[in-house]
């Protein structure tokens, strides 16, 4: 599909009947499955209903795919990517298996989602520091986590977008003075992926970590984490179970040889209905191309940009186009957040309010008639839309 001009009104008439009811500005909470993953999980509870175990192995063969898109996604290799259930889980893994010492540093912007806040906050008690650098009006400035490293500072942790300015921090500067100082870089990629290309080579990130239910169109309890391949021996393994280790668990011996992949980190069963779903889903991504869905994405989000301006909002966070993703946060005057997304919310539009603002987040599907109803609440206030007679959810 992405060697042609593609037919977005027939990408959303297909696999996107969310759009009948919603006109969908969400994507950064959670997004809608398209259709085909909604067709996979219905498949796999059908099956596991009328036949339990007997094709377990058919299924798990069927998740290989999605562990090399993954991989393709972001420029690694298949051996350092190991399937999780959130983006949480595979912080996690990395603040707890990272080889600390007492009195190292971990910095980290001070406005970061609470995932990627707390797991390193809980090294306290083995005498790691968390250093947070404040934003400057959403902005992570550069300068400013250059300024907070230090000889004690082992690791880097960012979101490459802020969940609640939409602001696209540098990775590639970050990473080269990551580099150039040996210290490990961890990257939150769960609002970039999508909306944005990530080489983890390109820009030296050790270890990454993403689940699938906002950009990539996946469920819940479906991600990914990447680690780095030489960081596998120096990592220590949590969670370690029977899929941790080399042999299976038939051996008579317990014989405890870790995988030399990252697969070592997934250490019991998969959730097996989510992870078949996010496979479809970035298959769906893979065949439309990554370069043209993340185009689309930004094309869309610069069109909230510009009708939220048009009627008389601003636009906090980014400030050029370097610095912008696929969220796009507003505000205005005398219009408070909470109400007006619940109007919005009446008149069929979601969208979301996050620290004391209104987030819009698109994706490729979104259409004509979704701006005009998003316009006409952008227009009109939060006493717009008092009723479900407004627009298409109305008429579904």
């Known amino acids: 599909m992405a060697s042609r001009p593609i037919d977005w009104n027939a990408v959303r008439q297909h696999e996107f009947p969310v759009g009948r009811r919603w ?7 959670v997004s809608p499955l398209p259709a085909r993953s909604a067709a996979r ?31 393709n996604m972001i420029g690694a290799s298949v051996e350092e990517i190991a399937l999780t259930t959130s983006t ?35 090294l306290a008690d083995r005498g790691v520091e968390v250093r947070r650098v404040a934003g400057r009006d959403g902005r992570v400035v550069l300068d400013d986590l250059v300024r907070a490293i230090d000889g004690r500072t082992r690791l880097v942790t960012i979101s490459h977008v802020q969940f609640a300015s939409g602001f696209r921090v540098d990775l590639a500067g970050l990473g080269a003075v990551c580099r150039e100082r040996g210290i490990a870089l961890c990257v939150d990629a769960i609002q970039g992926l999508g909306p944005l290309r990530i080489d983890v080579e390109a820009v030296g990130i050790d270890f990454l970590a993403a689940d699938g239910h906002k950009w990539l169109l996946g469920p819940e309890g479906a991600g990914f984490l990447y680690v ?13 179970g029977w899929h941790s280790v080399v042999g299976t668990y038939n051996d008579p011996d317990a014989s405890f040889v870790l995988k030399p992949t990252a ?7 998969y959730a097996m209905p989510g992870m078949q779903a996010f496979a479809a889903s970035v298959g769906l991504i893979r065949e439309l191309g990554e370069s043209v869905v993340s185009e ?25 186009p370097s610095e912008e993703s696929g969220i796009v946060v507003i505000e205005k005057p005398g219009v408070d957040p909470a109400r007006f997304v619940a109007a919005a919310r009446e008149a069929g539009v979601v ?17 004509d008639e979704d701006y005009e109803r998003l316009e006409r609440l952008l227009r009109e206030g939060p006493a717009c839309g008092a009723g479900p007679e407004v627009g298409r959810a109305a008429r579904s």
């Open 228 to 240: 780095r391949r030489s960081w596998l021996e120096r990592m220590r393994v949590v969670g370690v």
């Open 296 to 320: 689309r994405i930004l094309q869309q989000a610069e069109r909230c940009r510009e009708l939220a301006r048009r009627w008389g909002w601003s636009v906090y966070g980014p400030k050029s």
């Open 88 to 122: 949480t889980l595979g912080l996690g893994l990395v603040a707890e298996g990272f080889p600390w010492r007492a009195g190292d540093v971990v910095v980290t912007a001070a406005d970061e989602y609470p995932s990627n806040l707390y797991p390193w906050m809980n």
């Open 23 to 29: 006109a969908y500005f969400d994507h950064a909470a």
């Open 351 to 367: 969208i979301c309010a996050r620290r004391g603002r209104v987030r819009l987040s698109p994706h490729v599907y979104n259409d």
């Open 41 to 71: 999980l219905r498949s796999w509870v059908d099956h596991q209903e009328q036949n339990g175990v007997v094709d377990w192995p058919v299924w798990e063969r069927r998740l290989e795919p999605l562990r090399a898109d993954l991989a």
């Open 263 to 269: 697969q070592r980190w997934e250490g019991g069963s």
